[in-house]
């Protein structure tokens, strides 16, 4: 393996580090702009959520309900159907 100059050796300490320094910008702005996602996408839920007056136990019976009737189709599929 051939030996690198001092030059050479600076010129890749100078791009390394020049490197690591582009690396940590795109690791912040990856960050803001997952923050960003987050931040707007609870906005819309809560917006939803802010125009139907639910309250939590009412959500739960609902779900359930729909949970059941899930079921009871996919029973009558299976029953219906044959197979």
């Known amino acids: 393996m051939p030996q690198m100059t001092q030059e050479q050796l ?3 300490a100078r791009r390394n580090v020049e490197l690591d320094q582009r690396v940590a910008e795109l690791n912040a702005r ?3 702009l997952v ?3 987050d931040v ?3 906005r819309l839920r ?3 959520y802010d125009k139907i007056p639910l309250k939590v136990r009412t ?3 609902i779900i359930g309900v729909l ?3 899930l079921v009871a189709a996919i029973v009558v599929g299976i029953a219906l159907g044959g197979g």
């Open 10 to 12: 600076a010129e890749f």
């Open 30 to 32: 990856e960050a803001r």
């Open 35 to 37: 923050a960003r996602e």
């Open 40 to 42: 707007q996408k609870k």
């Open 46 to 48: 809560e917006n939803l």
């Open 59 to 61: 959500m739960d019976i």
């Open 67 to 69: 949970v059941v009737l």
